[in-house]
């Protein structure tokens, strides 16, 4: 059974109207590190806290939020209720993750400015068996129901991204639109695209797959189940709130907005 948002846990899944498709997925909004995680992290409070603020997609969890609350037909919210210090849920989490490269895997050895966060030779097995691993099986399960009460899933990612670009960024010479729109050629129909680069377009222009690219989809049915759709949303972080890791402003409500309208087009 997936644990619902009055259940305590790593991740919680918020319900939607029952045939609805889509399933807004936050994995990079929140800030809780578990104290036992904390005292394997190198970092002083201070940088640490200053580490949060450039790696957390802040208050993407609240424009989820909003379109869920504002959407003809609710859709479903499954959201990490832990920082991504702790494990970044959409990475691999073996030898096929590119990020591995400036240690920042499934389980973050580097921080944004690549400077140590764990120990040299430090184990990620223990985190992975505690935390990402069950995320994945829960979020695998919570795409299944979308495909059995609905005949189809829609994931829309919601992320954010600095004005600027990190050190640990791989592509970060690319273009920095004010929306970036992650696709997959298998499962990102070309109209599930057209409609998100329209409703999109008020905020000043998006491209594709940059300076992100692609999209998350369980590994159950990555590129094995055209009824899963996938679409990746990074918004540019000075659309809706101070850099970095500061408040937010009516941004957030203008962009849940338009997550709304498409929620509702979708459904």
């Given at each position: 059974?997936?644990?619902?948002?009055?259940?305590?846990?790593?991740?919680?899944?918020?319900?939607?109207?029952?045939?609805?498709?889509?399933?807004?997925?936050?994995?990079?909004?929140?800030?809780?590190?578990?104290?036992?995680?904390?005292?394997?992290?190198?970092?002083?409070?201070?940088?640490?806290?200053?580490?949060?603020?450039?790696?957390?997609?802040?208050?993407?969890?609240?424009?989820?939020?909003?379109?869920?609350?504002?959407?003809?037909?609710?859709?479903?919210?499954?959201?990490?209720?832990?920082?991504r210090l702790v494990i970044d849920p959409e990475r691999f989490p073996d030898e096929r993750e590119e990020m591995r490269a400036v240690g920042m895997g499934a389980v973050y050895t580097r921080t944004t400015h690549r400077e140590a966060l764990r120990p040299e030779g430090f184990d990620p097995e223990p985190l992975l068996e505690r935390y990402f691993h069950p995320y994945a099986a829960a979020m695998t399960e919570a795409v299944e129901q979308r495909l059995e009460a609905a005949g189809r899933a829609v994931v829309i990612d919601v992320h954010s991204y600095p004005t600027r670009a990190l050190p640990y960024e791989l592509h970060g010479e690319g273009l920095r639109p004010p929306v970036?729109?992650?696709?997959?050629?298998?499962?990102?129909?070309?109209?599930?695209?057209?409609?998100?680069?329209?409703?999109?377009?008020?905020?000043?222009?998006?491209?594709?797959?940059?300076?992100?690219?692609?999209?998350?989809?369980?590994?159950?049915?990555?590129?094995?189940?055209?009824?899963?759709?996938?679409?990746?949303?990074?918004?540019?972080?000075?659309?809706?709130?101070?850099?970095?890791?500061?408040?937010?402003h009516e941004g957030v409500r203008e962009l849940g907005a338009a997550l709304a309208e498409l929620v509702a087009q979708l459904s």
């Open positions: 059974m997936i644990p619902h948002a009055s259940q305590p846990g790593a991740f919680a899944v918020h319900p939607g109207a029952t045939d609805s498709p889509v399933l807004l997925h936050v994995p990079h909004g929140a800030w809780e590190i578990p104290e036992a995680v904390r005292r394997e992290i190198l970092l002083d409070d201070e940088a640490l806290a200053a580490e949060a603020g450039h790696i957390t997609d802040a208050h993407t969890g609240e424009i989820a939020a909003h379109a869920a609350r504002t959407a003809e037909a609710t859709p479903w919210r499954f959201v990490n209720r832990l920082s970036c729109l992650g696709v997959d050629p298998f499962h990102t129909p070309p109209e599930l695209l057209a409609r998100a680069e329209e409703i999109f377009a008020r905020f000043g222009g998006t491209a594709v797959n940059t300076p992100f690219a692609g999209t998350y989809v369980p590994l159950r049915f990555y590129g094995r189940e055209e009824r899963v759709q996938a679409l990746m949303i990074e918004i540019r972080r000075d659309l809706y709130m101070s850099e970095p890791g500061g408040p937010a």
